[in-house]
C-alpha cells in the first residue's frame, strides 16, 4: 500500500438534483492508485474500523445510501462510473483506487472491464440503506443524510488519514 504523500487526492461536489441529494456539505474522495498487487485491502478496512465489508459490482442505476457513508476499493479491473446524480460527470477508477462516498452521494456503474470488482464497506459497520431517483425519497432523507456523523478515521490510512481534515 502506498504511503499518503504518495497518493493524489480528488475531490468531487455537486448540488442536489431533486433526485439525488449528494452530502451538503461533504465531498466524495477519489485516492488515486493506493493499493498494489498483494495488498489485503479487507484487512486495512477492518482494521479502520470500516466493517461490514463485501465484494462484487456497481449497480447500473443512480443510487445512494441515505444512511451511512461508503468507502469503494477498486480490487480489479476498471470502469468509468457516473457520480453526483444525472448532473454530476464520469470517472475513470482502475485496480488500486479507493472512492469514499459521503451519505446521500450519487453513484452509478457505466462501463467497464469484464473481471471489474470492488470491496466496499462502512464506518462502525453500519447496515446501509439502497435510494434510488425517487424525489420524494430523497426529500424525505435530507435530514437523516445530514445526521449521518463523520467517520472516526480515514478507511485506508486511519486517524492520521486525510479523511478527517478534507470532511
Same mark, same amino acid.
Given at each position: 500500500?502506498?504511503?499518503?504523500?504518495?497518493?493524489?487526492?480528488?475531490?468531487? !461536489?455537486?448540488?442536489?438534483?431533486?433526485?439525488?441529494?449528494?452530502?451538503?456539505?461533504? !465531498?466524495?474522495?477519489?485516492?488515486?492508485?493506493?493499493?498494489?498487487?498483494?495488498?489485503?485491502? @479487507? &484487512?486495512?478496512?477492518?482494521?479502520?474500523? /470500516?466493517?461490514?465489508? /463485501?465484494?462484487?459490482?456497481?449497480?447500473? *442505476?443512480?443510487? *445512494?445510501? !441515505? +444512511?451511512?457513508?461508503?468507502?469503494?476499493?477498486?480490487?480489479?479491473?476498471?470502469?468509468?462510473?457516473? =457520480?453526483?446524480?444525472?448532473?454530476?460527470? @464520469?470517472?475513470?477508477? @482502475?485496480?488500486?483506487?479507493?472512492?469514499?462516498?459521503?451519505?446521500?452521494?450519487?453513484?452509478?456503474?457505466?462501463?467497464?472491464?469484464?473481471?471489474?470488482? =470492488?470491496?466496499?464497506?462502512?464506518?462502525?459497520?453500519?447496515?446501509?440503506?439502497?435510494?434510488?431517483?425517487? !424525489?420524494? &425519497?430523497? @426529500?424525505? +432523507?435530507?435530514?437523516?443524510?445530514?445526521?449521518?456523523?463523520?467517520?472516526?478515521?480515514?478507511?485506508? *490510512?486511519? &486517524?492520521?488519514?486525510?479523511?478527517?481534515?478534507? /470532511?
Amino acid at each position: 500500500m502506498k504511503s499518503q504523500g504518495q497518493v493524489e487526492i480528488q475531490t468531487y !461536489s455537486f448540488g442536489d438534483d431533486g433526485k439525488i441529494p449528494n452530502h451538503p456539505s461533504f !465531498s466524495l474522495l477519489l485516492y488515486k492508485d493506493v493499493f498494489e498487487t498483494g495488498d489485503k485491502a @479487507e &484487512e486495512v478496512l477492518t482494521a479502520n474500523n /470500516w466493517r461490514n465489508t /463485501w465484494r462484487g459490482g456497481i449497480f447500473d *442505476y443512480h443510487h *445512494y445510501h !441515505s +444512511n451511512a457513508h461508503e468507502v469503494l476499493v477498486v480490487d480489479a479491473g476498471h470502469a468509468t462510473l457516473h =457520480v453526483g446524480g444525472v448532473q454530476g460527470e @464520469e470517472v475513470f477508477v @482502475e485496480r488500486g483506487d479507493v472512492l469514499i462516498l459521503p451519505a446521500g452521494f450519487g453513484h452509478k456503474y457505466v462501463d467497464g472491464s469484464d473481471d471489474f470488482a =470492488v470491496i466496499g464497506a462502512y464506518p462502525d459497520g453500519i447496515a446501509y440503506d439502497l435510494c434510488t431517483q425517487n !424525489s420524494i &425519497e430523497s @426529500e424525505r +432523507n435530507l435530514q437523516v443524510i445530514k445526521d449521518v456523523p463523520k467517520p472516526s478515521c480515514d478507511p485506508i *490510512y486511519g &486517524e492520521s488519514g486525510p479523511l478527517p481534515s478534507l /470532511w
